[in-house]
């Protein structure tokens, strides 16, 4: 089955970065496109990033200029780049893929924080 595990999740002060994986499994992974969202308290799961199986990315605006998605193949594994990181930006950060129903992992928790 499809299995998704997400890492490098953490605590960062305002301005830093943070990279965070996605390792997938059960699937032709350079097939699909992935997808990063994101979920903070209090609020609806929102879009992040999504990365086709071209290469290309498309970012929530939010994001655009400080996050930078990408994936490699070979490791079936998808990254997630972010600078220049805002307390805003505070959340669970989970993977996603959809494969006639969508996939998640169990999440990585994101907080930035002085």
């Known amino acids: 089955q499809v299995q998704l595990v997400e890492s490098g999740g953490g605590l960062v002060q305002p301005g830093g970065s943070l990279r965070l994986s996605c390792a997938a499994s059960?699937?032709?992974?350079?097939?699909?496109?992935m997808g990063w969202y994101r979920q903070a308290p209090g609020k609806q799961r929102e879009l992040v990033a999504t990365?086709?199986?071209?290469?290309?990315?498309n970012y929530a605006d939010s994001v655009k200029g400080r996050f930078t998605i990408s994936r490699d193949n070979a490791k079936k594994t998808v990254y997630l780049q972010m600078n220049s990181l805002k307390p805003e930006d505070t959340a669970v950060y989970y993977c996603?893929?959809?494969?006639?129903?969508?996939?998640w992992g169990q999440g990585t928790q994101v907080t930035v924080s002085s």
């Open positions: 059960g699937l032709v992974f350079s097939i699909h496109t």
């Open positions: 990365i086709t199986n071209g290469g290309s990315g």
């Open positions: 996603n893929v959809r494969i006639r129903e969508d996939y």
